[in-house]
């Protein structure tokens, strides 16, 4: 059982095994700035990796007929050096009803979304609600904001 404001649950290795309910309760037991704490070097890279591994689980096909782009999630506070601030860039193809990450894209985005992972975490989870992220300067979304507003709707977040 984590204690509220304890992470301990980020360094044990487990983050790939952990159920979305269990995942969402640990997360929202957790202060933020613990969270912003532990998610930072090797933490942070798996808990990317395994957000973006799961991302096609969370979609809704039915929801998603129609929706056709490609969009560019930019996580900021990495160490890598991509545009020059550290931002590690995960491009997520939506189309046919299916959601595929893509190992290579270098072609343009219809919509892009930067955020940091703490902030991402807490909205997968159902933890935070992403417009009100976008009015606290959390997460900013560029493209086509129709297509844009549609992601909350074609994903499940939080416990299903």
């Known amino acids: 059982m984590t204690e509220r404001g304890g992470?301990?649950?980020?360094?044990?290795?487990?983050?790939s095994r952990l159920e979305l309910s269990e995942l969402a309760r640990l997360v929202d037991r957790t202060s933020e700035r613990e969270?912003?704490?532990?998610?930072?070097?090797?933490?942070r890279e798996v808990a990317l990796r395994e957000i973006?591994?799961?991302?096609?689980?969370?979609l809704r096909p039915a929801r998603a007929a129609g929706?056709?782009?490609?969009?560019?999630?930019?996580?900021?506070?990495?160490?890598?050096?991509?545009?020059?601030?550290?931002?590690?860039?995960?491009?997520?193809?939506?189309a046919d009803g299916r959601c595929e990450l893509l190992a290579d894209?270098?072609?343009?985005?219809?919509?892009?979304?930067?955020?940091?992972?703490?902030?991402?975490l807490r909205i997968v989870t159902g933890n935070e609600d992403p417009v009100t992220a976008v009015l606290k300067q959390r997460?900013?979304?560029?493209?086509?904001?129709?297509?844009?507003?549609?992601?909350?709707?074609?994903?499940?977040?939080?416990?299903?």
């Open 7 to 15: 992470a301990h649950w980020l360094e044990s290795g487990a983050l």
């Open 35 to 43: 969270l912003r704490h532990r998610l930072i070097g090797g933490v």
């Open 52 to 58: 973006f591994r799961r991302m096609p689980e969370y």
């Open 67 to 94: 929706f056709d782009a490609v969009v560019t999630w930019q996580i900021t506070g990495g160490g890598g050096s991509v545009h020059g601030e550290g931002v590690d860039e995960y491009h997520v193809r939506v």
């Open 105 to 120: 894209h270098d072609g343009p985005s219809q919509i892009s979304v930067r955020t940091d992972p703490t902030t991402l």
């Open 139 to 160: 997460l900013s979304v560029r493209g086509d904001l129709a297509l844009a507003a549609r992601l909350t709707k074609i994903f499940a977040v939080g416990p299903r």
